[in-house]
């Protein structure tokens, strides 16, 4: 009697514990959509150099914590010093050659400079003859005119024979000086056509050593851009962290011939964690960026995170895929998709410097807060 007494209180209190823990269940279910497909995600910056040669030193060891700029690997850089002295020389040259221009065009504007002052000259001289040439026609117009008075007289016989002559010879002397006069202005004007062609001449080779002045500035600034690049790719030998994390997955030995873009390790940040959680498209109808999510990691049992939803994918899962779905093939067969959820964690925890990317977990989002 006693026996089928307490079998039937086991009875009741296990099915009153039945009934209980279901409500709870249904009541849990009710205010949270759970999945554990999910997973710590963090940046995983790849160490990638800029240009290849031949690995001369690594500064790190594997697993090692590096900050952001810590030298990593040495590139053998005799290579590139040469390259920057090749530029260096001909960077030179092209200055050198700028300096020969600039004198050349100093030396064209001194002889302009004198074939102006000699065409000035000449313009005098010019002026000078034809002063020389009026005053000699009006004396020879004045001796024509005694000439011609003299010459009345004498046939009146009023003037005597030696008078006359002497009126005679001053006529032909004056017009002996206008003819002198009339050489030398043809003379001077021949001496300002000559200079004035030679001061044409050197402005035509002034404008063509200022267009080789151009040219060889153009040069310049090309071969100072080709030292820049020089130098810079010479800095690339030195290959430094991108950003501060654990460094691991070395895949490069000293000595070995690297090439620009190839991957030699990674960088993984531990201050910028989230949880990736993948979610059936049926459970995300309630949910919404800012709900507070609770997480367990299967990493620490026991221990709880606290986060809230940051953001959802822009496509399923399946969309990134390598080879997504195609449903117009005849043979649709129809499969719940999942939507990745990114959710931010709570930093507060003292196991979360221990997260690491790629760790599995299982997520709680309350819908109703």
Request: net charge positive; with cysteine; proline share 3%.
């Amino acid at each position: 009697m006693n026996t089928k007494l307490l079998l039937r209180v086991g009875g009741v209190i296990i099915l009153v514990a039945a009934l209980f823990f279901g409500y709870s269940e249904f009541r849990y279910l009710q205010r949270y959509e759970t999945t554990d497909d999910a997973q710590i995600d963090g940046d995983v910056d790849p160490v990638t150099p800029k240009v290849g040669g031949y690995v001369k030193a690594i500064r790190f060891k594997d697993n090692q914590f590096v900050h952001e700029g810590d030298t990593l690997f040495v590139i053998d850089d005799a290579d590139y010093r040469i390259r920057v002295a090749q530029a260096e020389a001909a960077l030179q040259s092209a200055q050198a050659g700028v300096g020969v221009s600039r004198s050349q065009v100093n030396v064209a504007a001194a002889t302009i400079q004198s074939s102006q002052a000699t065409v000035q000259t000449a313009r005098n001289q010019v002026a000078t003859a034809q002063a020389n040439l009026a005053a000699a026609q009006a004396r020879a117009r004045k001796a024509s005119q005694d000439f011609d008075r003299y010459s009345r007289l004498l046939a009146e016989k009023t003037v005597p024979q030696q008078q006359f002559d002497a009126v005679q010879a001053e006529r032909d002397a004056a017009q002996a000086q206008v003819q002198a006069a009339q050489a030398q202005l043809q003379t001077a004007q021949a001496q300002v056509a000559a200079a004035g062609t030679q001061t044409g001449v050197t402005s035509s080779q002034r404008r063509a050593t200022e267009s080789q002045i151009s040219v060889v500035q153009a040069t310049i600034k090309q071969r100072q851009t080709e030292l820049d690049l020089a130098n810079l790719q010479l800095s690339y030998t030195i290959v430094r962290a991108p950003a501060s994390g654990v460094i691991s997955k070395r895949s490069v030995q000293v000595g070995q011939l690297i090439q620009a873009g190839q991957a030699l390790c990674s960088v993984v940040g531990n201050d910028n964690l989230w949880v990736t959680a993948n979610f059936k498209e049926t459970q995300v109808g309630q949910m919404q960026p800012g709900q507070q999510v609770n997480i367990e990691v299967d990493a620490f049992d026991g221990e709880k995170f606290t986060g809230r939803i940051g953001s959802f994918a822009g496509a399923t899962g399946a969309k990134f895929s390598l080879l997504p779905p195609d449903n117009a093939t005849g043979n649709y067969v129809k499969v719940v998709q999942r939507i990745p959820v990114r959710i931010e964690l709570d930093k507060n925890s003292p196991l979360f410097a221990r997260l690491r990317p790629g760790m599995s977990a299982t997520v709680a989002v309350d819908i109703q807060k």
